[in-house]
């Protein structure tokens, strides 16, 4: 078995989960109506946590993934250009918004341009 499968083996493990990991786990948690608190959990337990809350079934499918962990401006890598998802979302949202899609646009500037359409359209 990889190590990469063995969170308990991991040289970190035992240090503090990340804040992707307790953002996710917290959206997860509200997702399922479990109780959870991630700052209780370190690495190892975390990851072992969202594994087992992605299995879990949805019991609350209107709950919101929250603010973004990140500020999009501090993204080492928000000049590269924009996934596929995020130039789909833009898509989709712009279209119903009744704008022009952008052919092309960094990571940075697609996740901005999706936060905007999504207080113009309700999505």
Known sequence: ???????SQWATGADPP?????GFISTLASSKNVPVDPS?????????KINEL?????QNPDASAGEPIQDPDSWSTGDDKATG?????????AKK??????ESMGKTDASKKIEELKGKTGM
């Open 1 to 7: 078995m990889s190590q990469l499968n063995n969170p």
């Open 18 to 22: 990340t804040d992707k990991q307790k």
């Open 40 to 48: 209780t959990l370190n690495k190892s337990e975390a990851s072992a």
């Open 54 to 58: 992605k299995d879990a079934p949805t």
């Open 85 to 93: 998802k995020q130039m789909g979302y833009v898509a989709v949202m």
């Open 97 to 102: 918004a009744g704008e022009s899609v952008p």
